[in-house]
């Protein structure tokens, strides 16, 4: 193992802290003061209503973002402050299991490489499934490479204890346990475990956590399970989609660090076939999801975010190779370098520029235009409100509606009348409430005013407000007046 002393400065324990602890810092500013993304709008709300689950995923970033809001209030910096303390906590995991694993020079690099990837490094301040499910399945890792080093078979009780926190946040952690039972399988000295309680005491704790998941669903006739599940191979074969996610991949997880990675599966692959116990835990684990992801590839689009809690192992993979003792390692240490100064440099301009856009000129291909113009929007929408002596915003999509109740928080219930199933966890609107005129608003490309008609007499079109950053359009926005109840606006959910 190589000792501290030994090290470059940037790989040892102070240096990792100096460098994560400057990205943390710029995630931070960049969460307190960049407008929410949709999904981060929509999973506000899951915050301000704590549920054993929900329609889209299972709760933990509902619950996370709720803590949030416990502490800074209904704000920006409250739905993603534990998001980004979060990625401090993932950071610790993967040195560790790198330390146990293999030695410090691994654990250093490997640190450097996750929060120099893109998708880490630009999107660790998004609050969204992806961010407590890569924390829980790197913190089951750690315990794995705990478990299997210490050998004593108590930690199978928190093996059990972090998948069923990551079933709590994604049902993508369903992998990794497929991944656990063929590490089990495949390494001679893992198969002692199958007659240890230990193990099936921690596969229960999973499941006892996940309990609440599976109560939600039988009560709501498994509606999330249909919704995520049905996803798998649901369109035919095409290869229309399988380039564009490799090259996601690369491009996310930092081009020239997905190039280590790619050879240090290569090493990693000879010590698996001999059965290693380390490079199988890795590659085993990465596996099943994978291939799930690969799959989806070949029949629909794979959508960026989803192979996250791959990343870090994918940074263990490359920082394996470079400190395999069979490689030039003043060629890959440039190599290596240059990666994570290019991650450095593009975290820091992505993250400055989500808050102070550098240039509108990009429009809806810059990455961050669902941060923009909202201010405005919600400024316009308010006096609208006021001069139409409006009760309510009624909208049609969840993004819009998101977005608009945080604009409108403490204001004016915002009510999306479509898709009720995305806010059984929420009180339904007083049906008086829709006796009073109102407004509703859509964008430009989704107009589906019409559809009013049969509830309202009265569908009037009073503005087209646009969103815009540095006076580039970005989206049209139209809003209509609402008014002269006549049937009801949506049909009553089921309990």
């Known amino acids: 193992m190589a000792k501290t002393e030994d090290l470059p400065y940037f790989l040892r324990p102070s240096g990792l802290v100096l460098i994560v602890g400057l990205l943390t810092a710029l995630k931070i500013f960049a969460a307190a003061n960049a407008h929410l993304v949709e999904d981060e709008a929509y999973y506000r709300i899951w915050g301000l209503f704590p549920a054993l689950s929900y329609y889209d995923h299972p709760p933990m970033i509902g619950w996370w973002i709720s803590a949030g809001q416990a502490i800074f209030g209904d704000t920006v910096l409250a739905v993603r402050a534990v998001v980004v303390f979060s990625g401090l906590i993932g950071s610790l995991a993967l040195w560790r299991s790198a330390t146990i694993l293999f ?47 210490s050998r004593n078979p108590n930690w199978w009780l928190l093996v059990g204890l972090m998948a069923g926190f990551g079933l709590l946040s994604k049902y993508s952690l369903l992998f990794l346990g497929a991944g656990i039972v063929l590490w089990l399988i495949w390494v001679p000295e893992a198969r002692r475990w199958w007659s240890t309680w230990q193990l099936w005491a921690g596969g229960a704790l999973a499941f006892l956590c996940f309990s609440p998941v599976l109560y939600w669903n039988h009560v709501h006739e498994w509606v999330s399970f249909y919704k995520q599940f049905g996803r798998a191979g649901s369109g035919g074969f095409t290869t229309k989609y399988v380039f564009e996610y490799f090259g996601a991949l690369i491009g996310l997880l930092n081009p020239l660090i997905a190039i280590l990675a790619a050879a240090g599966v290569v090493v990693l692959f000879k010590a698996f076939r001999a059965r290693d116990n380390a490079a199988s835990l890795i590659l085993l684990t990465t596996l099943p999801f994978l291939l799930y992801l690969s799959y989806h590839s070949l029949h629909s689009r794979v959508q960026a975010n989803w192979p996250a809690p791959l990343f870090p192992a994918f940074a263990m993979m490359a920082a394996v190779f ?36 550098v240039t509108g000129q990009l429009a809806r291909k810059d990455p961050t235009f669902q941060l923009r113009g909202w201010d405005e929007i919600g400024a316009a929408v308010e006096q609208l409100a006021e001069d139409e002596n409006a009760a309510y915003i009624l909208t049609m999509s969840y993004g819009l509606n998101a977005q608009t109740d945080f604009l409108m928080k403490d204001k004016l219930p915002v009510i999306q009348v479509t898709e009720r199933i995305r806010y059984i966890m929420t009180p339904d609107p007083d049906d008086t409430l829709f006796e009073q005129p109102g407004l509703y608003i859509t964008e430009k490309r989704r107009d589906k005013a019409g559809d009013l008609q049969r509830s309202f007499e009265t569908v009037e079109e009073l503005a087209v407000l646009v969103r815009k950053v540095k006076g580039v359009p970005l989206e049209e926005l139209v809003v209509y007046k609402v008014d002269g109840l006549k049937a009801p606006v949506f049909e009553p959910r089921e309990k």
């Open 103 to 149: 030695d410090r020079r691994t654990a250093g690099w490997a640190v450097l490489f996750l929060n120099t990837s893109l998708l880490i490094g630009i999107g660790g301040i998004l609050a969204t499934p992806d961010a407590p499910s890569v924390v829980f399945w790197g913190l089951t890792f750690w315990t794995l490479a705990e478990l299997s080093v």
């Open 322 to 357: 470079m400190t395999s003792p069979r490689i030039d390692h003043l060629l890959w240490r440039k190599v290596a370098v240059a990666g994570i100064a290019i991650g450095i440099f593009v975290a820091v301009l992505v993250q400055i520029h989500a808050v102070y856009p």
